[in-house]
Nanobody, 126 residues
Framework: QVQLVESGGGLVQAGGSLRLSCAASGRSFSLYTMGWFRQAPGKEREFVASINWNGGSTYYADSVKGRFTISRDNAKNTVYLQMNSLKPEDTAVYSC???????????????????WGQGTQVTVSS
């Protein structure tokens, strides 16, 4: 069984930064694409960013491109989301997820991820 545990969320003013972490355990973390998704109150879950198994390929939602950076440290079984220039519309619960298939590419569809963390709240005040 895979466990994903996010941390690093909190309250920040607009224009500020946060770094989210997602620690994985239970299977060979380094083999799988990882993704970050978010869900704001009353809204559908949306894709934020994805990184392939070796970190060589990343993919971002247009809404965060240029502001957020996804990275991973396979030695630490951890994926990160550096969030800069935060806006109030970035307020949401952020969750990390692990892709179903080893050695895959980057993916923006939640259906392609089979393990999810519990999420961490990010609140950006104006």
């Amino acid at each position: 069984q895979v466990q994903l545990v996010e941390s690093g969320g909190g309250l920040v003013q607009a224009g500020g930064s946060l770094r989210l972490s997602c620690a994985a355990s239970g299977r060979s973390f380094s083999l799988y694409t990882m993704g970050w998704f978010r869900q704001a109150p009353g809204k559908e879950r949306e894709f934020v960013a994805s990184i392939n198994w070796n970190g060589g390929s990343t993919y971002y939602a247009d809404s965060v491109k240029g502001r957020f950076t996804i990275s991973r440290d396979n030695a630490k079984n951890t994926v990160y989301l550096q969030m800069n220039s935060l806006k109030p519309e970035d307020t949401a619960v952020y969750s990390c997820a692990s892709n179903k298939k080893a050695f895959g590419s980057t993916y923006d569809s939640a259906a392609l991820y089979d393990y999810w963390g519990q999420g961490t709240q990010v609140t950006v005040s104006s």
